[in-house]
């Protein structure tokens, strides 16, 4: 039987490349707009533990130090192209310390 490739996927924090599955998903959802197209709500960028979420998404490790690492360089503010405030990298270090 044929061997399945295995998605690898690079880490925003430490830059290395692993397995899909040993990453947790960091996803921005889509903008909402009204029928003019302006933008009545931005999408909010948050952790996706269980990789469902519609959106744009970036991959961290499963450690604190990789999501600080992202946090300093600005790294996820690039791969989403807009600015994240303190606040959301707050929750998702606290949710990234539950989930360990």
Same mark, same amino acid.
């Given at each position: 039987?044929?061997?399945?490739?295995?998605?690898?996927?690079?880490?925003? /924090?430490?830059?290395?490349? &692993?397995?899909?599955? *040993?990453?947790?998903?960091?996803?921005?959802?889509? +903008?909402?707009? +009204? *029928?003019? /197209?302006?933008?009545?709500?931005?999408?909010?960028?948050?952790?996706?533990?269980?990789?469902? =979420?519609?959106?744009? /998404?970036?991959?961290?490790?499963?450690?604190?130090?990789?999501?600080?690492?992202?946090? &300093?360089?600005?790294?996820?503010?690039?791969?989403?192209?807009?600015?994240?405030?303190? *606040?959301?990298? +707050?929750?998702?270090? =606290? *949710?990234?310390?539950? +989930?360990?």
């Amino acid at each position: 039987m044929k061997q399945r490739k295995t998605p690898m996927r690079k880490c925003t /924090g430490c830059g290395e490349m &692993k397995p899909k599955f *040993e990453l947790v998903r960091v996803v921005k959802a889509p +903008d909402v707009t +009204d *029928e003019n /197209g302006e933008v009545i709500k931005k999408g909010e960028v948050s952790l996706d533990l269980t990789s469902k =979420k519609s959106g744009r /998404g970036a991959y961290i490790c499963h450690s604190l130090e990789c999501l600080q690492a992202a946090r &300093k360089a600005r790294r996820l503010e690039r791969a989403f192209s807009c600015m994240i405030p303190a *606040e959301v990298y +707050d929750a998702m270090e =606290k *949710e990234l310390s539950q +989930d360990e």
